[in-house]
């Protein structure tokens, strides 16, 4: 199918770090229809996964407007978690302190 057929959902989710982007990868990375994007979008911010069912694309890089281009006729969703900011800040030191040494052997911070 090519990607202006498609006239399914899609569900854009704007990964705002150290908000629920761990626990939907853990929820639903599993799932078929579920596709991290950060990646290939960084490279070309119009390249998209080809689909033929309902999906979500999770990803920092989601663009508005570009899941649009290349899926013209699809229903296109834009939604994001929003966090306390105190609480985000905390998680984030928190992780920095505990698990990022363990992502990336050259962190020094």
Excluded at 1 to 27: Q, S, W, Y
Excluded at 35 to 40: A, K, P, S
Excluded at 64 to 90: Q, S, T
């Amino acid at each position: 199918m090519n990607t202006d057929e498609f006239t399914g959902n899609i569900v854009c989710f704007f990964h705002v770090p150290k908000t629920a982007g761990t626990t939907l990868r853990e929820r639903y990375g599993e799932s078929k229809n579920f596709y991290l994007v950060d990646d290939d979008l960084q490279g070309n911010p119009l390249w998209y996964p080809q689909v033929t069912e309902n999906s979500c694309f999770m990803g920092h890089d989601i663009v508005i407007g570009n899941p649009n281009k290349v899926y013209p006729k699809a229903n296109v969703i834009y939604v994001m978690a929003l966090r306390d900011p105190v609480e985000r800040i905390m998680s984030s030191y928190n992780f920095i302190k505990t698990q990022a040494k363990y992502m990336n052997e050259h962190f020094t911070g």
